[in-house]
């Protein structure tokens, strides 16, 4: 029995959010921590979102990956904010471990065709 292979752009998607995560724990400055972080922040959460939503159309899946990005990442931020413990390290790591989790064992399952 074949194992199904993972998308070509699962491991890149992995190796941002973990080197944005590393930008942000040893608190580099400039540029290149800023579109890191920003690159992730829009594409990391939503893309493990519309991964597990489980359709068949890729262009559905690339349609929803940014306001789902967008979404994740207010709701963990408002959610610290409103706990009290405000950290933007603790923010990236929330967001990393879900977008991990949700690449590696969200695309698991059947594919569902989405209805007009």
Known sequence: MRGRREPI???PLIAL???AFVL???DAGGPVR?????AFSLLGPGAGMARALHLRSP???LALVVPFS???TAV???AALYMGWWSPLGIMGVLILGTIG???FGGRGPRVAAES
Request: a negative charge; hydrophobic letters at 80%; proline letters at 0%.
């Open 70 to 72: 967008l979404a994740c």
């Open 9 to 11: 752009w699962v491991a």
């Open 59 to 61: 262009i559905e899946q």
């Open 76 to 78: 963990v931020a408002m």
């Open 34 to 38: 800023a579109l890191l972080v920003a």
């Open 24 to 26: 942000v724990a040893i």
């Open 17 to 19: 959010g973990i080197c």
């Open 102 to 104: 949700l690449l590696m």
